[in-house]
T-cell receptor, first 116, second 114 residues
Framework: EAGVAQSPRYKIIEKRQSVAFWCNPISGHATLYWYQQILGQGPKLLIQFQNNGVVDDSQLPKDRFSAERLKGVDSTLKIQPAKLEDSAVYLC??????????????FGPGTRLTVL | AQTVTQSQPEMSVQEAETVTLSCTYDTSENNYYLFWYKQPPSRQMILVIRQEAYKQQNATENRFSVNFQKAAKSFSLKISDSQLGDTAMYFCALGSSNTGKLIFGQGTTLQVKP
């Protein structure tokens, strides 16, 4: 079974530029999560999708971050414009359902973003 | 608010010995799950072990076991017979039973020495 795929794996941009990350979850997984992991810290949830609907985006900086999951499958996370403090690893995870009973979150390899 | 605290930023253990990683948490929910995740250097996060809060019996997975103290809101991970491949960052996480949202601790870097 293929795992969660993310691209690109690495990205270096200048501040104020735009960047987009792509995630393809495990086939059949209804729930998709985007996390931000700053160096030396634990991941922090940015946004959670159930199929193509947003369940939780309370910690997404909506003035500069946006995310979509148009057909309920793959997802794109965008930052526009980027700031220095956005340097982090962006992790995508997916799970079969929304709750935790019988579900497990599977993580992708992440995209490491460096903002100069 | 839900919080997860890992008070040990770094730990080391000799190969074949036992090590315990600590985690405390706070939540107002009655139905929740607790997890330990492993993140090897430059590799992706994988689940080590999970514990349902309503279960009194501590979870075990081969060399990995937990000590779940619900009243004290403590959830420690014991790794027995440590192996070099156990070298990684370990994250404790609290999960909402309904939404699946995970709250992670700051992580503990574990070094297994030969």
């Amino acid at each position: 079974e293929a795992g969660v795929a993310q691209s690109p794996r690495y990205k270096i941009i200048e501040k104020r530029q735009s960047v987009a990350f792509w995630c393809n979850p495990i086939s059949g997984h209804a729930t998709l999560y985007w996390y931000q992991q700053i160096l030396g810290q634990g991941p922090k949830l940015l946004i959670q999708f159930q199929n193509n609907g947003v369940v939780d985006d309370s910690q997404l900086p909506k003035d500069r971050f946006s995310a979509e999951r148009l057909k309920g499958v793959d997802s794109t996370l965008k930052i526009q414009p980027a700031k220095l403090e956005d340097s982090a690893v962006y992790l995508c995870a997916s799970s079969p359902g929304q709750g935790l009973s019988g579900n497990e979150q599977f993580f992708g390899p992440g995209t490491r973003l460096t903002v100069l | 608010a839900q919080t997860v605290t890992q008070s040990q930023p770094e730990m080391s253990v000799q190969e074949a010995e036992t090590v315990t990683l600590s985690c405390t948490y706070d939540t107002s929910e009655n139905n929740y799950y607790l997890f330990w995740y492993k993140q090897p250097p430059s590799r992706q996060m994988i689940l080590v072990i999970r514990q349902e809060a309503y279960k009194q019996q501590n979870a075990t997975e081969n060399r990995f076991s937990v000590n779940f103290q619900k009243a004290a809101k403590s959830f420690s991970l014991k790794i027995s017979d440590s192996q070099l491949g156990d070298t990684a960052m370990y994250f404790c996480a609290l999960g909402s039973s309904n939404t699946g949202k995970l709250i992670f601790g700051q992580g503990t870097t574990l070094q297994v020495k030969p």
